[in-house]
T-cell receptor, first 113, second 113 residues
Framework: GESVGLHLPTLSVQEGDNSIINCAYS??????FIWYKQESGKGPQFIID?????DKRQGQRVTVLLNKTVKHLSLQIAATQPGDSAVYFC????????????FGTGTRLKVLA | GAGVSQSPSNKVTEKGKDVELRCDPI?????LYWYRQSLGQGLEFLIY????????KSGLPSDRFSAERTGGSVSTLTIQRTQQEDSAVYLC???????????FGPGTRLTVL
């Protein structure tokens, strides 16, 4: 699966620094959110999820923050490593009523050695 | 298999021909999704299947697109009378529950000449 290509916003960080990737979502009815990582030539990989009744969730080296007031989602990666270089995108899901699954276009993370 | 598989990995076809794309989800996963990723675009939701329920076809871009899931497992996405704008990577994903994190297949790259 090719990632989206040439015109993604790009975040460049030094190896070892923390990365913060942001996502603005569109639907106030969205009640579930997922961050995916997509490396070149591969399909998206699930990283971490969060439900709308939470504002923070932590995983291994990753933290997702949800601000429903401004419809904003962020992914924080601690101690960024070269293997973290990829396209990251968020998905907002509405699970009640008509099911909706919307992806953002993504942010390319480049880790500088 | 251990993950979601898709076939073929690449498909080149002529405008106007029909194509069939196949997805084998992870065994036991009740939810199956099809997405499309075009160059310069984010992931576009096409259709999902949940167990034996009628699929949600709300994301299919035209009536040339159809999908079926046989026996709650393998799914095929059919595109009739392909057009050049159908060229994209078609990704399949499955999850154990409808709002769970999805596991993606490697995708089928479709090129319509």
């Amino acid at each position: 699966g090719e990632s989206v290509g040439l015109h993604l916003p790009t975040l460049s960080v030094q190896e070892g620094d923390n990365s913060i990737i942001n996502c603005a979502y569109s639907n106030s009815a969205s009640d579930y959110f997922i961050w995916y990582k997509q490396e070149s030539g591969k399909g998206p990989q699930f990283i971490i999820d969060i439900r709308s009744n939470m504002d923070k969730r932590q995983g291994q080296r990753v933290t997702v923050l949800l601000n429903k007031t401004v419809k904003h989602l962020s992914l924080q990666i601690a101690a960024t490593q070269p293997g973290d270089s990829a396209v990251y995108f968020c998905a907002e899901i509405t699970t009640s009523g008509t099911y909706k699954y919307i992806f953002g276009t993504g942010t390319r993370l480049k880790v500088l050695a | 298999g251990a993950g979601v598989s898709q076939s073929p990995s690449n498909k080149v076809t002529e405008k106007g021909k029909d194509v069939e794309l196949r997805c084998d989800p992870i065994s036991g996963h009740t939810a199956l999704y099809w997405y499309r990723q075009s160059l310069g675009q984010g992931l576009e939701f096409l259709i999902y299947f949940q167990g034996n329920s009628a699929p949600d076809k709300s994301g299919l871009p035209s009536d040339r697109f159809s999908a079926e899931r046989t026996g709650g497992s393998v799914s095929t996405l059919t595109i009739q009378r392909t057009q050049q704008e159908d060229s994209a990577v078609y990704l399949c994903a499955s999850s154990p529950v409808i709002a769970g994190g999805s596991y993606f297949g490697p995708g089928t790259r479709l090129t319509v000449l």
